[in-house]
């Protein structure tokens, strides 16, 4: 039986028994517990994170379990490391927010009014777009595939939450690739980051999402039609509920 690190409900550490964790598990236990201090606002921005051997003492690792873990955080755009200096944690505008493992170290992301509100500001730039674009250039198999995702989310409602969430990602990552944009298409993994950050919230309220279903029909059929401004409009309302939802203006 091995040890393995996490964060309580209440933000401390604690230790979970786990059978058969091996250097890898722990690494990413202490990345995850280190990268969720730091979203969380434990370590604020600007500070030092503590020294090596208090870390190496406080989360029951060795040094190199703390030096990989802070690879992986520099690398994230979270920490910069620096000889004989130690460990500073960087301004918010460095992190890749946009990264789904960056997004998953965050303890609360509901009551991060910051993110949720940026996430939606930026679904407000491509999704519209994606939508028109969608409705220009969508395929059979492509509108198959947004049609397929709208069922999904329908048949889920409202027993559900888990197969809406997967259903409502799906809807979106579908209408992205429809767009035929080789750049938004490339970005589908970034852009998913931020519906899952948001759909965390949103879909935590079954009425939410039965409240959006017949707007994600709207998008649906203006698409069907061929209907550009009118897929476009649809998305922008889709949005304004989903802003509505999480009260961001």
Not at 62 to 82: Q, W, Y
Not at 149 to 175: K, Y
């Amino acid at each position: 039986m091995a040890s393995d690190l996490g964060v309580a409900e209440d933000g401390s550490w604690r230790r979970v028994e786990t059978e058969g964790a091996g250097g890898s598990r722990i690494h990413d236990s202490v990345v995850n517990v280190l990268g969720s201090r730091i979203l969380g606002g434990v370590y604020r921005q600007g500070e030092m994170l503590p020294r090596e051997e208090e870390l190496c003492a406080m989360l029951g690792v060795s040094r190199t379990s703390i030096r990989e873990a802070i690879k992986v955080l520099s690398a994230k755009g979270l920490v910069e490391a620096r000889r004989r200096v130690g460990v500073r944690v960087l301004s918010r505008d460095d992190w890749r927010l946009l990264d789904p493992v960056v997004l998953s170290w965050h303890p609360d992301i509901k009551n991060d009014s910051e993110l949720i509100s940026g996430l939606i500001e930026a679904r407000r730039i491509f999704e519209p777009a994606a939508a028109e674009l969608a409705a220009r250039r969508a395929t059979g198999s492509d509108l198959a595939a947004i049609e397929a995702a709208f069922n999904a989310m329908r048949d889920s409602i409202p027993h559900d939450l888990d197969g809406v969430c997967r259903a409502d990602l799906a809807f979106h990552r579908s209408l992205i690739a429809a767009s035929h944009n080789v750049v938004l298409k490339g970005l589908i993994g970034m852009l998913e980051a931020a519906l899952s950050a948001s759909f965390l919230v949103t879909n935590r309220l079954m009425e939410a999402q039965s409240r959006a279903l017949a707007a994600h029909q709207t998008v649906l059929e203006a698409i069907r039609m061929r209907d550009t401004a009118g897929a476009r409009a649809a998305m922008n309302r889709l949005l304004d509920i989903a802003a509505d939802d999480l009260q961001v203006a």
